[in-house]
Each structure stands twice: as C-alpha cells, then as structure tokens.
C-alpha cells in the first residue's frame, strides 16, 4: 500500500493558480478560522472554464475570483458550478459565481436543498427541539446560551442560492474538457457530498469526504437527533476503498493534493473505531454525551468549538446503540445516560487511544 506522498511543492497564492493536471488548476482562497484555507478546482473546457467549489460568502473571496478572472481565465466565460457540498466554504459563493456568469449549478439534491435552508434559516432564538438535544446532552442552561450567542447561522457568509440547479447522483458522468468525470456520492460529514472521479487518468476530486492529514467532523445536527452519519460515513469509506486504486491522484478540499488514497482510507476507519472502542470503554459506568468530550479530544473545548465536538460525540454514541453497544436512557431531567452493554469490555485493558485536537471546522 502506498504511503501519503505530495507531489506539489508550492502552494498557490490567492488570485493565482497552479497546474495539477493537464486542464485542472488548483487555487485556495482564505478562511477566517482556524483552519485557514479552502481548495478550489478550476477545469478547462473548450468555450470556457468549469469551477469545484466556491470559497467562502466574503468580500476577499470576491476580489480574489475577480484576480483570476481577469488574469489566467482570459475573461473566458464559466461554464458550470459544481459544488461538493452544503459547507459555506465550499457554496459560500455559489450564488454569487452563478449570477455572474449566468451559469447552471451542479449539486447533489440534499446538499443544494439543506444549503438552501440552513443560509436562509433564522437562528436568533433556539427551537425546543435544539433546546431539548443540548439539555439531552448535558449542556447547562447558561453554557448553551453561550453557544447561542456564538451561532449566527450561514446567511452572512453564503450569497443568496441559486433557484434551480442540476442534480448530480451517483454514477453520473459530466463530460468536461476532454475527460469523463463520474460522480461517486459520500454521506457522514454531510448528507450527499459529491466527489468526481476519472478512471481513465485516476484523478479524483474529493472535497472533504478524503482529506490527507485532518479528520472531518462527522456530527449529529439537533435537526436529526438520532441520526448515525458515522455508520454512513465509514459505510462511504468501504466503498471508495473498493473503487479507487492506490495511485488516484486526489485533489482535496483543504491541505494539498496527494497519493496514497488507499492508506488515507484505512487510516480514517481505524481511527473512528479505536474512538468507538474509547467510548465504549468509558461508559462502564453511565456518562453524558458532553463527558465524552474528554475522551475524544486533548484538550479543553471551547464555545466556539463545542457544536463540532458535542455533535461528533453523539455520532460515536449514536452508532454505538445502533450497533447493540450502548444503551441510552433519559432522566427526569431530560438528561441521556449512556451505559456500555457488555461489560467485559473493560477487561481490554490499558491500550493506547489516540484523542484529537480540538474538532476543526471542516
């Protein structure tokens, strides 16, 4: 199995791009958070240009689209808006992009319809059913106002959507610049993130579904309590694992291109069992959802933070019940206690677990 190699020594500045493959450019445009950067895709077609991804709804993002347009674009017109997922990074400009070339959109049909609701979703107060998911998870009254305050939705860094798009679904071909793309679809960091695969080249453009060196927050959202996107999630791993070769050349949505997709693949399974097993482990005795903060994560976890991490940690709990793992009961006070089934997992013994940094907002 082939291990992580990255073939490009340089990193494209904002407003510029760098070659990749033949007709395939690689850009980034800034982020204001921790993680810093987003990778976008441009593919040259015969009348014009293609773009994967969008960067987030900010003015610099504009200005830096504007550099590319008027520099190695030609002016030449943009043909088609494909984005891999809801994420404001990846459709922050989306709307933006497609009023001014007057270009279609290409998305999966979850991710176009749950980006168009949660930009134009009001979350100046919370629902009773959000209330009820963080009392459930053991978040106090005063921390989850906290939260709250922190919150203020995706309206202000997503230009308004598009009204229409055209679906992609798994196994669909864009044709562009010479090469067939198929559509392979993901779910678990989001419901059907789109990747873009061709054979005939092995190259593949994976967003955030395989990124080479973070983990992408696999959450349980208050809209879905009971959801399992990590089954869905590890269930997506398996199969990209069956379809694409060792030397697929992938293009991610943040850190740099890279090989070794086979190894990221194990790497990423391996790493969400040993947590199932850290978390199965810790609940010998009954725990809230919020105390499996410590066993997921190095470090303390702040406001900011604490939407990523608590939703990652139901994820675990989540798929553990699911699974026959894990039983879960509420107290009067609306508070889940999860307790570990079998117990002889505690003869284990001392292993090594490997915890997280804090979540990164991808």
């Known amino acids: 199995m082939r291990d992580i190699q990255y073939p490009f020594e340089n990193i494209p500045e904002v407003g510029e791009w760098i070659t990749v493959a033949e007709g395939v450019y690689w850009l980034r445009m800034p982020l204001p958070m921790a993680l810093d950067h987003i990778n976008l895709y441009v593919l040259e077609d015969r009348d014009g240009w293609w773009i994967i991804d969008t960067g987030m709804g900010l003015d610099g993002t504009q200005e830096a689209w504007q550099q590319l347009f008027d520099g190695p674009m030609q ?27 007057r270009a279609p959109l290409y998305m999966s049909f979850g991710e176009y319809y749950n980006a168009r609701t949660f930009s134009a979703s009001d979350f100046s107060s919370i629902s009773w059913t959000t209330h009820a998911f963080y009392i459930a998870a053991g978040v106090s009254e005063d921390y989850l106002e906290r939260v709250r305050a922190k919150f203020k939705g995706f309206g202000n860094i997503v230009t308004p959507m598009p009204m229409a798009f055209n679906r992609l679904s798994e196994g669909d071909v864009l044709s562009i610049g010479g090469r067939d793309w198929r559509v392979m679809i993901g779910s678990g960091h989001s419901p059907e993130h789109v990747c873009l695969y061709n054979e005939r080249d092995k190259l593949l453009f994976s967003g955030d579904q395989i990124i080479p060196r973070i983990t992408s927050n696999i959450s349980v959202m208050p809209s879905e309590p009971n959801a399992n996107p990590l089954k869905r999630w590890l269930s997506s791993l398996q199969r990209f694992g069956r379809d694409l070769p060792d030397d697929t050349l992938v293009f991610p949505a943040h850190n740099t291109p890279f090989y070794g997709v086979q190894t990221r693949l194990n790497y990423l399974q391996d790493h969400h069992q040993d947590h199932l097993e850290a978390v199965e482990e810790a609940c010998i005795e009954p725990k809230k959802a919020i105390e499996m903060l410590a066993v997921l994560f190095d470090r303390e976890i702040g406001v900011a933070q604490m939407n990523l991490a608590l939703g990652e ?17 509420k107290d009067d006070d609306g508070v889940n206690w999860y307790q570990t089934i079998d117990k002889s997992v505690a003869k284990r013994g001392n292993r090594s677990h490997h915890k997280d940094a804090a979540p990164m907002e991808v």
């Open 75 to 101: 002016g030449k017109p943009v043909l088609g808006v494909i984005v891999t997922h809801m994420h404001p990074d990846h459709v922050g400009q989306a709307g933006w992009l497609c009023d001014k070339w």
């Open 313 to 329: 940690a139901i994820a675990h709990l989540n798929y553990l019940i699911e699974a026959g793992r894990l039983s879960c009961n």
